[in-house]
C-alpha cells in the first residue's frame, strides 16, 4: 500500500523532504509497526527504528470502532448561584499621616464600602460584606475581586493602595477560602513605591453546595503579616513586579463579513471583492484592558503590537482573555474569544524545573459562531466566549513572555528598543479617539515622550508596536490530508430530514464551502522574511506545480433524501447500505505535529489509567483479594509507559520549530512522570505504610488527573475538525472532534484514538440548546488526519472487504476513494433483552414516571411496554429485530458492530413523550458457525445531558441468521397475550428466595398534596414486584408514628447482588370515601447497605459474644504476667486503667493521641498498670489538671482559679473560652503532629503532680503550662460542624427517606429542597429466607431488636443558642438586627424584644426551655430573623434539628456528658441522672454483667477499669467515697467496650449552618448552639446553665501627660530664623473618637520639650477573656438604635504643632494596645523608635495586669521617630473611679501642679509685649542700645545742626 508514495517522488521536492522530516523528528519514538519495511522504503530509507525504544504496550491491531461512550452528549454549561463573602479586620502600616482610612470593595460592577476610621494608621474594621453573583463558573471566575483602600475626604478620596485577585484563585484554595490573610496593598500609579500597607481579610466564594470550614481566629499578639500573606500555597511572600508581554503579529482567516446593516447594503452596490471586516484584539487580564489599532478592510491583518500590563508576579489572577473584535460605525462587534490560563503555560516549582509564563509564537485558533452569512448573528454569544464554539473563525498569531522587574519598573533591553519605535508611531493613525475610555491603553499614540517614561512607573496598560526580531523562523508549512468515509446516518430529526442530508467536513477554513481556506504554496516557503508583511499571505495558492499530485478537494457527501425510521416516525436514515461515500481534501498548517503526539501519548496513558481504576472498582463489588493485585498491575504498567515517554522525551532531538514552551512543557511533563512513577513505585512495595485500597485508588485517580492536566496542549496547531450536517445546504447540525485524536502517526503511542476508526457521533444543535432536546443524527464516520506523507495509511484500518471507488473526474489511484463499497451481505436478528431499569428521571408531578424505551438499532427501531407510575420499570421483555441486512466481512462485523441506542421516555396521555435519557451499547454478536452461548445481562447507565439518569439492565444479542432461515437460530421463550417475548429463562438472573424485614417507625414533615394536608398517610414497600404495607396512621396530626413495627415479606431476587432490583417506598394518604392520592416516593437503588448475613435469630443475649472475646483477651494476657515487675497477677479480669498514676513526661507517641482511653481490643488490656500516661481520660483530650489527684472535695471549687483578670468569677463562659483556646491549640498541633515531630511539646504535659517523686522537671513543666494561660478548667468539645455529621445522622437505630414528588429537571437538580414532600422513618434488613421458616416467625422479627417503643413521650427540651457568625446582611446599610425564633410543633417562642442591633456576628447567650411530646413535636427550628422598625421582618436564616433522632440514638445525645463531675460551681454536673446511673442503665439495656463497684475500681462484664473513688472533704477532711468520678472517665472511654461500645456524645457545642429557601445550598451564617432534653418519667434536672452574655466591664483609663522631648520643630522665626514649636498632645482610645482629649499648648518650645502635667480621662467597656473592648454608639445621627460591636483596646497618643492662622500640623503618634504594648524607657535617653517597634512578645506588658505605668515612649510619623512622651497610664475599674475620683486636665479632686514652663513659653496673640520682650528684646538688647544711643545721638546732631545757622544769626543780630 507505501507503494503509492513513490509515484509522488517528482511531486515538488519540498513537500516530500518535508515529510521526511517530519518523519525524522520523531524518529526515536516509533514503535516497530506491523510494516516497517515497506515504511522505510516508502520514505526514502530515513528511517531507521530503534528497537530498544518499544514501549511495552499490548501489540494487538487497533480496534476498528472506537471506545464506546455511554453519554451522547455533554448537556449546558449551566449558570449557577455564588456567594462572595468578604471580611474585612483591619489595617496595618497603611503609608500616610494622620489619614482616614475607608475600605472599598468591587467586584464587577458592584461596589461597596466600609465605614471611615478616623487618623490612624491602623484601623480596626471587622465588617462583613456579601455579594452574590450568577452564571457559568467559567466566567464568574475571571471576575476580579478588587480592595481597595482610599484616605477619605469630603471632595475626591485619595488612593493609598489597592489589592486585586480573582474568583477563580480564591475558589481553588483548600475549602475555596483565604481565611485570615494579609493581603498586600501596592499603588496602580506608581509600582516603584512598594508596599503601601497590609490589609487583613478573609474571602470565601462558595456555590450551591459548598461547605465552609470555619478556622479558629489567631489572636493578634501572634500574628505575623510576612507569613500570612493572602496569596495562594506555594507562592513565595515577596512578590516581585513583572511586565506581561502580550505580543499580537497577525491573524488570517477572519470571517469576511460585517454583521452590520450598513455593511450589508455596501456589500450589495460594491460586490464581494473586497473583506468587510475592520479587526482589532483587545486583550484583559487582571481587571485592565488593551486593544490594538485596526486594521480596516482586512480578514488577514498585520498588527506587529504588544500589550504590556504591569502585575505583581506570580499573579492572583490567572487567565489572559484575547477577543478579536470587528470595528462598526454603530457598534463593535466580537468576531472570537480565546482565554489563556497562565497555569498551563507556566510552572510554579522551586528550582530550575520551575519556569516563567512563555507562550509561543504560536497560533491560536478562535471557534464561535456559524459562519452563515446572515443579517443577524443568532449566536453571538458563542463569540464572547459562553458555550462551545461551533466553527472556526480565524486563527492569531501571539507571544506572551513575562519579565521580572527587579526594584521598580527599569527599562529593560526588551523595553528600550521599543522605546524608538514608540517615537515613529506618533504619527500613525490612530483607534484611540474611539472610546478612550474603555481603553487605557492607548494614550501612549498621542502622548508626548516625557508622559511615557511617567507611564513605565504605573500599572496602566501599554500599547506600542514593535519590530518582529530577525531570529523568528519563518513557518515552514506542511501538507495534511483529511480522509472521512460514512458508514451509518441514522436517527435524523424529522424535522430536518424532510429536504435532501449531506454532510460536510471542515479543517480551519478548509473544507468550509462559504469561504474555504488556500494553501500556503511551495514557492511561498522560501520566500524571505522581509517580504513576509508585504505578501499577501493567503491567496497565494500554487495548486498548479506538480499537476499530478494535487488532490481535488471533496469535502461533502452528495445530498440524499432521507427514509423514514421503520417504527419510529419521529426518526429518518440515510440508506447508505453498500455504499459508503467518502470525503477528503487537504489543508496546510504549520508543522508542529509534535506537539499533539506528546499529548497523545499523555492521553493514552491517562486514558489507560482510568479504565483500569474502573475495572478495579468493578472487581471490588465482586471479590476481595483480585482488586489489590489488579491495583498493583495497573500502576506497574503505568510505571513502565512513564519510563517509555521519559526515555522517549530525553533523546527528542532539537528542532527548529520549537517555542521555549515546547521545551519547558517537554521537562515538565517527564519531570512529572518520573515523580509519579515513583510515587507509584511506593505504593507497589509500600514501605512507608500500608494503603488501603481506597487510598491506592484515590492516588491513582490523582495520577489521571494530573496527566489530564498536562495534556491540553495550549499551543494550537491544527484546527479542530468540524462535522457539520447540512439540510438543504443550510447547516442544522454539528459535531467537533479535536484535530489530535484524529492525527496519524506511523508510532501507534502517539496516534489520536479516533485515528483511523469508526466513531459513533452524535450531532449538536449550535448555540443554547432548548430543554430535553433530542438527538439530531446519529453518525458512524470513520476519519483519518495526517501529513500527505503517511497518506499510504489512509485506508489500513478500515473494515476489509470493500472496493475503493474513484472519482470518475480524476485519473491515477494516488487519490482516496470516493466510496467504498461493500459487496457481502449478511443478514442478521437483533434481540434486544430489556430487563428492568433502576434511578430514572421522575417526569410526573407526582415524583414518579410512566417509562418506556425505545431502542434504535440502524433504519429499524421498537418501543417497549409501557409500565405506569414509577421508576424502576421491570419490562422483562425481548424486542426481536429480523432482516436486518449488514454489509461487510462477517468477521469484522463480529469485531465491531453497529451500535444499540436506547432511549428512555416517559409516556404522557396527552402531547408527546418526555425524553429521560439514552444510553449507547455494543451488541454481542454470534455468526452462524460458532456456538451459542448465552449472554449475561448487564448495567448500562443513562443520561439525560450532563444528568446521570439511572441505569438500564440489559443485553443486546445480534444473530446472524444461517442459511437455514430463522429456525436455526437458539429458540425463545412463546410471547403473552399483548403478543410480547419475555427475557429468556437461560439469560434472566438466577432468582432465590429471599426475605425483606422493614421497620415502620413513623412519617415525618409532610407537606400539602393537592392543596390538602395528609392526615392518614400510609407507606407501600416494593420489590421485585412484591410487598408490604404498613398500617394507616388514623391521625397524623396526633401521632405520626405506625402502631405496628415491623413486617416482612418474602420475595426472589436476583443470587447476583449486583443484580438487586431497587426497593421503592411510597406513601399514599386516604382520603373521604375510599379515595388514595400518592404523596411521594423513595427509591433505594443499592440495597447492599441493608443485607444482613442469614443466621440464626440472635434471641441470646449478645453477652455470649462478650465473654468470648473476653477469654480470647485473656490468653493473650496470661504470658505476659511475669514480664512486667510491677504488675498484679493476672486474674480472669481484663485491667483497664482509667487514672494514671503520677506522670514523668509521657513518649511523644502516646502525647499525639490527644490523650483518649485507649483501649482497642488488645495492646492497652495486655499492660494494665504500668503505662504511665498512655491513657488520659477525657475523650476531649484535655490536659489534666494538677488539682485533680490532690482535690479533696468537690464542693468549694467555685471561686479559684481567675483567668486574666483577677477580678472575673468563674462562669460557663469561662469554660467556653478556655475550650475555644484548647481548640485552637490542637488546631495549630496537628499540622505539627502530621511530620510526625517526636518533641513532647511543652503544652502537651499531663501535669499531676502531688503523688510522685517530686522531681524538678515536673515542677518546670508546671510553670510551661502556666505560662500558657490555659487555666485548668473544665472544658466541653466544640465541634466545626453540626452534631449529626460527628455522630452519622444518628442513623444508627433508623433510617430516614426524604420522599419526593414533582418533576426532577435538570435545572434544581442536586438539592431539590422543594420536591421533598415529607420523611419516612424506618429501616430494612434483607437476608435469604431460611429452608426451615418456622424458626422466624416465633418471637420478634430480627430488625426489631434493640429498637425502642414508639408510644408518644413527653420531653422538657432545652435549647441553648450561644451565638452566630457570618450572618448574611438583611438591611440595606450591610448589616442585620438578628433575634431567635425557635418552633417546636405548635410551640413558637419569639425572642423579638431580645434583637440585636446591627450585628452580623450577635452573641446572643439565651437559653429556651419547652415541654413537647415525642413522636408529635420531634422537629425543632431555630430561625433567625432581623428585626426591622417598619414592614415585616425578614429571615436570615434556619436551622432544623430532627430531637426525635438523637433522643432515641444509642450514642446517647440527650445530654453531653461533661468532661468532670462536680456537684456545684460553673461545672456542675447538669444531667438528671448521675454517672454511675447512666453507666447502670447502659449496662442493662445492653444485657452487660455489671457494672460492680469496688474501692478503687469498676467492673464491667469482665473489664475492670480502676481509679481514684475516695475523697477528702476540704473543711472536715473526712473521707467520702465517691464512683461519680470514675463512673464518668468510663462513660467517656465506653467505646472501647467490646461488641455494644460506642461513643458517647461529650458536653459540646455545634455549629450549624443557616439556609433559607431562596437561595438553596447557601450558606447563610452559623449559629453555635446545643440541645439538652429530659425524659418526663425521669427525675427532673436543675435549673438550666446560664449562658446569658458576659456583661463587659466598666474600665477608666487615666493617663497622665508629663512632659515631652525631642519633638521636631516645625515653625521657623521670621526675624531670627529660630525653631520652635507649638507642642500640645492629642489622646483617644480607638472606636471612642468622639472622646479625644487635648492637653493645652506649651508655645514657642525651642527644644522640643514640653511640659504639660496633664490629665486625660478615658471611660470604656471592656471583655477581659475576649481581650476586646465593647463599643455602643451610633452609626450616624440617623441611627435610631446603637450599635455595638467590639474591638481591641487601643490607645492613640498624637503630637501637634498648633497654629494660629492655619490648621495644625502633625508632628507624630503614637499607637498603644492596652493589651501588650512594649514597657517604657525609663529616661527620654533611652526611649528608642526600633525598640518599641521590634519589641518580642516577653518584653510586652499588659495594663490590665500591671494597672499602672510610668515611661517614656516614642512618637513616630513616616517610620521616623518625631518625639517623646514621659506619659504615666493609671487603668481602675468604673466602681474605683467611683470611689476615688480625680479632675480632667489639672483639675479638682486630686488636681495637678502647674507646669514649670519657661517664660518663652506662651502665645504671641495674648500676649504682645511679652512676645516683644522675648523675641527681640532678649536677642537684639545691644543693638537696641546702641541703636538708642545713636538715635539720641543723630537727633542731638540734627537739632544741633538745625538750630546752628539760627543761633548764630541770632547771636550775630544781639550780639551786634
Known amino acids: 500500500m507505501f507503494g503509492k508514495l513513490k509515484k509522488k517522488k517528482n511531486k515538488a521536492e519540498k513537500g516530500l523532504i518535508l515529510a521526511n522530516k517530519a518523519a525524522q523528528d520523531r524518529q526515536g519514538e516509533a514503535e516497530a509497526p506491523e510494516e516497517g519495511s515497506s515504511h522505510q522504503e516508502g520514505l526514502g530509507g530515513d528511517l531507521i527504528y530503534d528497537d530498544t525504544s518499544i514501549p511495552p504496550v499490548p501489540s494487538a491491531p487497533p480496534k476498528r470502532r472506537s471506545k464506546l461512550l455511554t453519554k451522547i452528549h455533554d448537556g449546558e454549561v449551566r449558570s449557577q448561584n455564588y456567594q462572595i463573602a468578604i471580611t474585612i479586620t483591619e489595617a496595618r502600616q497603611l503609608v500616610g499621616e494622620n489619614i482616614d482610612p475607608v475600605v472599598i470593595i468591587e467586584i464587577g460592577d458592584e461596589k461597596k464600602q466600609s465605614t471611615v476610621k478616623e487618623g490612624t494608621n491602623s484601623p480596626f474594621y471587622n465588617e462583613y460584606f456579601v455579594f452574590d453573583f450568577i452564571g457559568p463558573q467559567v466566567h464568574l471566575f475571571d471576575k476580579i475581586i478588587k480592595i481597595s483602600v482610599f484616605h477619605h475626604k469630603l471632595i475626591g478620596s485619595i488612593l493609598i493602595g489597592a489589592f486585586k485577585v480573582d474568583l477563580g484563585t480564591v475558589y481553588n484554595q483548600p475549602g475555596h477560602q483565604f481565611c485570615d490573610k494579609w493581603a498586600l496593598l501596592t499603588d496602580p500609579g506608581d509600582i516603584r513605591t512598594g508596599t503601601k500597607g497590609y490589609l487583613k481579610c478573609d474571602i470565601s466564594v462558595i456555590g450551591k453546595g459548598d461547605v465552609l470550614k470555619t478556622n479558629p481566629k489567631t489572636p493578634d499578639a501572634e500574628e505575623q503579616i510576612e507569613k500570612n500573606l493572602l496569596i495562594p500555597q506555594g507562592f513565595p511572600s515577596e512578590r516581585p513586579w513583572a511586565r506581561f508581554y502580550v505580543r499580537l503579529y497577525r491573524a488570517e482567516g477572519l470571517p469576511k463579513m460585517n454583521s452590520s446593516i450598513m455593511a450589508n447594503v455596501t456589500k450589495a452596490f460594491v460586490g464581494d471583492s473586497k473583506d468587510l471586516v475592520d479587526p482589532f484584539v483587545e486583550v484583559s487580564f487582571a481587571g485592565q484592558m488593551g486593544r490594538t489599532t485596526v486594521q480596516k478592510n482586512c480578514a488577514d491583518p498585520v498588527w506587529h503590537e504588544q500589550v504590556v500590563f504591569k502585575e505583581m508576579f506570580p499573579p492572583l489572577c490567572r487567565r489572559v482573555k484575547i477577543q478579536v473584535w470587528d470595528e462598526g460605525s454603530m457598534n463593535d462587534v466580537a468576531l472570537a474569544t480565546h482565554f489563556i490560563d497562565l497555569k498551563k503555560i507556566s510552572n510554579e516549582q522551586d528550582g530550575d524545573k520551575g519556569f516563567l509564563p512563555t507562550f509561543g509564537p504560536a497560533w491560536i485558533n478562535l471557534y464561535g459562531s456559524p459562519r452563515n452569512h446572515s443579517l443577524m448573528d443568532d449566536y453571538q454569544e458563542l463569540n464572547e466566549g459562553f458555550g462551545e464554539g461551533v466553527s472556526f473563525r480565524g486563527r492569531i498569531l501571539v507571544e506572551i513572555a513575562v519579565e521580572i522587574l527587579s526594584g521598580g519598573a527599569q527599562e529593560s533591553k526588551f523595553s528600550k528598543a521599543l522605546k524608538d519605535l514608540k517615537l515613529s508611531s506618533k504619527d500613525k493613525d490612530s483607534k484611540s479617539s474611539k472610546g478612550s475610555n474603555k481603553d487605557k491603553g492607548d494614550k501612549t499614540d498621542d502622548a508626548k515622550p516625557q508622559q511615557a517614561s511617567d507611564k513605565t512607573n504605573s500599572t496602566d496598560v501599554e500599547v506600542e508596536p514593535f519590530d518582529v526580531p530577525p531570529e523568528i523562523v519563518p513557518e515552514k508549512y506542511e501538507e495534511f490530508l483529511l480522509f472521512g468515509a460514512f458508514f451509518e446516518a441514522t436517527m435524523i430529526d424529522r424535522k430536518i430530514g424532510d429536504k435532501p442530508i449531506s454532510f460536510e467536513v471542515s479543517i480551519g477554513n478548509f473544507g468550509n464551502l462559504i469561504d474555504g481556506g488556500s494553501h500556503h504554496g511551495s514557492k511561498k516557503k522560501s520566500v524571505e522574511s522581509a517580504e513576509e508583511d508585504t505578501l499577501p499571505l493567503l491567496h497565494e495558492g500554487e495548486r498548479g506545480a506538480a499537476p499530478e499530485a494535487a488532490i481535488p478537494m471533496v469535502s461533502t457527501t452528495r445530498p440524499e433524501k432521507p427514509l423514514v425510521t421503520q417504527g419510529n416516525r419521529n426518526y429518518n436514515y440515510l440508506p447508505f447500505e453498500a455504499k459508503k461515500p467518502c470525503v477528503y481534501f487537504t489543508s496546510s498548517w504549520g508543522d508542529q505535529t509534535f506537539r499533539l503526539y506528546w499529548s497523545n501519548m499523555l492521553e493514552k496513558m491517562a486514558d489507560l489509567l482510568e479504565e483500569s481504576i474502573e475495572e478495579v472498582k468493578a472487581l471490588v463489588k465482586v471479590s476481595e483479594e483480585a482488586p489489590e493485585e489488579k491495583m498493583k498491575t495497573v500502576l506497574d504498567d503505568f510505571i513502565s509507559q512513564s519510563s517509555a515517554f521519559i526515555s ?107 485515528c483511523g476508526t469508526i466513531k459513533t457521533h452524535f450531532l449538536k444543535l449550535p448555540g443554547k440548546r432548548p430543554a430535553g432536546w433530542l438527538v439530531q443524527a446519529k453518525v458512524d464516520v470513520y476519519l483519518w488526519l495526517g501529513s500527505t506523507g503517511h497518506s499510504g495509511a489512509i485506508l489500513d484500518n478500515l473494515p476489509a472487504g470493500y472496493e475503493a471507488e474513484m472519482s470518475s473526474a480524476v485519473a491515477g489511484s494516488s487519490h482516496p476513494p470516493a466510496s467504498l463499497v461493500y459487496q457481502d451481505r449478511h443478514v442478521f436478528q437483533l434481540r434486544a433483552h430489556m430487563y428492568q431499569a433502576r434511578g430514572l428521571i421522575a417526569a410526573d408531578s407526582s415524583g414518579l414516571s410512566d417509562p418506556f424505551a425505545k431502542v434504535t438499532f440502524l433504519s429499524h427501531c421498537q418501543t417497549t411496554k409501557v409500565i405506569s407510575q414509577t421508576l424502576s420499570p421491570t419490562w422483562n421483555q425481548m424486542l426481536l429485530f429480523n432482516d436486518l441486512v449488514l454489509h461487510g466481512d462477517h468477521k469484522e462485523l463480529a469485531d465491531s458492530p453497529p451500535l444499540v441506542v436506547v432511549e428512555l421516555y416517559d409516556s404522557d396521555a396527552v402531547g408527546k413523550p418526555e425524553y429521560l435519557g439514552a444510553t449507547v451499547a455494543a451488541p454481542v454478536v454470534k455468526l452462524a458457525d460458532q456456538d451459542y452461548e448465552a449472554p449475561r445481562l448487564s448495567y448500562h447507565p443513562i443520561f439525560c445531558g450532563n444528568l446521570s439518569g439511572g441505569d438500564l439492565l440489559a443485553v443486546f444479542e445480534l444473530l446472524q441468521v444461517p442459511s437455514s432461515g430463522l429456525q436455526g437460530l437458539p429458540p425463545i421463550d412463546p410471547p403473552d397475550v399483548a403478543q410480547i417475548y419475555p427475557v429468556p429463562a437461560s439469560i434472566r438472573p438466577v432468582l432465590s428466595k429471599y426475605r425483606v424485614e422493614v421497620l415502620f417507625w413513623g412519617v415525618r414533615e409532610m407537606k400539602k398534596v393537592q392543596l390538602l394536608s395528609v392526615d392518614r398517610p400510609q407507606v407501600l414497600i416494593e420489590c421485585g414486584g412484591r410487598g408490604v404495607k404498613s398500617c394507616v396512621i388514623q391521625s397524623y396530626k396526633n401521632n405520626p408514628n405506625f402502631s405496628i413495627q415491623a413486617d416482612a415479606f418474602e420475595v426472589e431476587l436476583p443470587e447476583n447482588e449486583l443484580l438487586h432490583p431497587p426497593l421503592s417506598i411510597c406513601v399514599v394518604d386516604w382520603r373521604a370515601f375510599g379515595r388514595s392520592t400518592l404523596v411521594g416516593t423513595y427509591t433505594i437503588n443499592c440495597l447492599k447497605q441493608f443485607l444482613c448475613k442469614s443466621r440464626e435469630p440472635l434471641t441470646l443475649p449478645s453477652q455470649v459474644d462478650g465473654t468470648q472475646v473476653g477469654q480470647d483477651l485473656l490468653i493473650a494476657t496470661e504470658p505476659s504476667g511475669p514480664l512486667s515487675s510491677f504488675q498484679e497477677p493476672p486474674t480472669d479480669h481484663i485491667y483497664v486503667d482509667v487514672e494514671p498514676p503520677a506522670t514523668v513526661v509521657p513518649d511523644a507517641a502516646q502525647v499525639q493521641q490527644a490523650g483518649l482511653v485507649d483501649v482497642p481490643d488488645s495492646s492497652p488490656m495486655l499492660k494494665p498498670e504500668h503505662t504511665p500516661a498512655a491513657q488520659e481520660p477525657p475523650k476531649d483530650g484535655r490536659a489534666k489538671d494538677a488539682r485533680k489527684s490532690c482535690r479533696k472535695s468537690t464542693k468549694r471549687r467555685k471561686r479559684t482559679i481567675a483567668d486574666e483578670s483577677a477580678e472575673n468569677v468563674i462562669d460557663w463562659w469561662s469554660k467556653y473560652y478556655a475550650s475555644l483556646k484548647k481548640a485552637q491549640k490542637e488546631q495549630e498541633r496537628n499540622p505539627k503532629e502530621k511530620k510526625g515531630n517526636a518533641e513532647a511539646k511543652p503544652d502537651d504535659i499531663v501535669v499531676n503532680i502531688e503523688e510522685g517523686p517530686k522531681k524538678k522537671k515536673d515542677k518546670l513543666l508546671r510553670k510551661k503550662v502556666r505560662e500558657d494561660e490555659i487555666p485548668n478548667l473544665a472544658i466541653l468539645k466544640i465541634y466545626d460542624g453540626d452534631l449529626e455529621s460527628e455522630f452519622n445522622n444518628f442513623e444508627d437505630w433508623v433510617k430516614t427517606f426524604e420522599l419526593f414528588r414533582g418533576k426532577s429537571t435538570e435545572d434544581d437538580h442536586g438539592l431539590d429542597g422543594d420536591r421533598v414532600i415529607g420523611k419516612f422513618k424506618g429501616s430494612f434488613c434483607i437476608y435469604k429466607s431460611p429452608e426451615d421458616s418456622s424458626t422466624e416467625d416465633r418471637g420478634q422479627l430480627r430488625i426489631q431488636q434493640g429498637i425502642p417503643p414508639n408510644h408518644p413521650v413527653k420531653v422538657l427540651i432545652r435549647v441553648y443558642v450561644v451565638a452566630a457568625f457570618n450572618l448574611s446582611p438583611a438591611d440595606p446599610d450591610g448589616k442585620s438586627d438578628p433575634y431567635i425564633v425557635v418552633k417546636l410543633g405548635k410551640t413558637e417562642i419569639k425572642d423579638r424584644d431580645k434583637y440585636i442591633p446591627k450585628q452580623l456576628n450577635p452573641v446572643f447567650g439565651r437559653s429556651f426551655e419547652i415541654q413537647a411530646t415525642f413522636p408529635k413535636e420531634s422537629l425543632l427550628s431555630i430561625l433567625i430573623y432581623d428585626h426591622d422598625m417598619i414592614g415585616t421582618d425578614d429571615l436570615i436564616g434556619e436551622t432544623r434539628i430532627d430531637l426525635e433522632n438523637r433522643f432515641y440514638s444509642k450514642h446517647r445525645a440527650i445530654c453531653g456528658l461533661q468532661s468532670q463531675y462536680e456537684i456545684e460551681g460553673y461545672n456542675a454536673w447538669r444531667d438528671a441522672s448521675k454517672p454511675t446511673e447512666i453507666l447502670t442503665k447502659l449496662c442493662k439495656d445492653n444485657k452487660l454483667d455489671g457494672p460492680y463497684f469496688g474501692p478503687g475500681k469498676i467492673r464491667i462484664g469482665n473489664q475492670v477499669f480502676s481509679g481514684k473513688t475516695v475523697f477528702t472533704e476540704e473543711d472536715t477532711d473526712e473521707t467520702v467515697e465517691s464512683y461519680e468520678h470514675l463512673a464518668l472517665k468510663v462513660l467517656h472511654s465506653w467505646s472501647d467496650i467490646p461488641e455494644v461500645g460506642c461513643r458517647l456524645v461529650p458536653e459540646h457545642i455545634e455549629t450549624r449552618p443557616l439556609y433559607h429557601k431562596d437561595k438553596p445550598g447557601m450558606e447563610q451564617g452559623r449559629l453555635q448552639m446545643w440541645v439538652d432534653m429530659f425524659p418526663k418519667d425521669m427525675p427532673q434536672p436543675g435549673p438550666p446553665v446560664d449562658i446569658s452574655p458576659r456583661q463587659p466591664k466598666g474600665y477608666e483609663l487615666r493617663v497622665t501627660i508629663w512632659n515631652t522631648e525631642d519633638v521636631i520643630l516645625e515653625d521657623e522665626n521670621i526675624f531670627t530664623g529660630q525653631k520652635s514649636s507649638d507642642i500640645y498632645v492629642k489622646g483617644w482610645i480607638k472606636g471612642l473618637e468622639d472622646d479625644k482629649q487635648e492637653t493645652d499648648v506649651h508655645y514657642n518650645s525651642l527644644t522640643g520639650e514640653g511640659n504639660f502635667n496633664w490629665r486625660f480621662l478615658f471611660p470604656f467597656q471592656y471583655l477581659p477573656a475576649e481581650k476586646q473592648m465593647v463599643i455602643t454608639k451610633r452609626e450616624n445621627i440617623f441611627s435610631l438604635e446603637k450599635m455595638e460591636c467590639k474591638a481591641p483596646a487601643v490607645l492613640v497618643l498624637q503630637v501637634w504643632d498648633f497654629e494660629r492662622l492655619s490648621s495644625d500640623d502633625f508632628l507624630g503618634s503614637l499607637e498603644m494596645n492596652l493589651n501588650s504594648f512594649p514597657r517604657a524607657a525609663k529616661s527620654a535617653k533611652a526611649c528608642d523608635l526600633t525598640k518599641f517597634e521590634n519589641a518580642s512578645e516577653e518584653n510586652k506588658i499588659s495594663i490590665f495586669q500591671q494597672k499602672r505605668v510610668r515611661g517614656w515612649w516614642p512618637f513616630a510619623k513616616s517610620k521616623e521617630l518625631t518625639g517623646k512622651v514621659e506619659a504615666e497610664f493609671h487603668l481602675v475599674t468604673a466602681e474605683e473611679a467611683e470611689k476615688n475620683p480625680v479632675g480632667k486636665a489639672r483639675k479638682e479632686p486630686e488636681p495637678l501642679a502647674k507646669p514649670n514652663r519657661p517664660d518663652t513659653s506662651f502665645s504671641w496673640f495674648v500676649s504682645p509685649f511679652k512676645c516683644l520682650y522675648h523675641l527681640i528684646w532678649k536677642n537684639y538688647k545691644k543693638y537696641i542700645i546702641i541703636a538708642f544711643i545713636l538715635i539720641i545721638l543723630i537727633i542731638f546732631l540734627v537739632l544741633f545742626i538745625y538750630t546752628l545757622p539760627g543761633a548764630i544769626s541770632r547771636k550775630i543780630v544781639v550780639g551786634s
Open 648 to 754: 522517549e522525551a530525553e533523546k527528542k532531538p532539537k528542532m527548529l520549530n520549537q517555542t521555549t514552551l515546547d521545551k519547558k512543557r517537554l521537562t515538565l511533563c517527564w519531570q512529572e512522570l518520573e515523580a509519579m512513577a515513583k510515587k507509584a513505585k511506593g505504593i507497589i512495595q509500600q514501605q512507608k505504610k500500608k494503603l488501603s485500597l481506597d487510598e491506592m485508588i484515590h492516588e491513582a485517580q490523582i495520577f489521571v488527573e494530573k496527566i489530564r492536566f498536562l495534556v491540553d496542549e495550549p499551543q494550537h496547531t491544527i484546527p479542530d475538525v468540524f462535522l457539520w450536517m447540512l439540510s438543504n445546504n443550510k447547516r442544522v447540525a454539528y459535531a467537533r472532534i479535536a484535530a489530535k485524536d484524529l492525527l496519524y502517526s506511523p508510532v501507534r503511542e502517539q496516534m489520536g484514538k479516533y
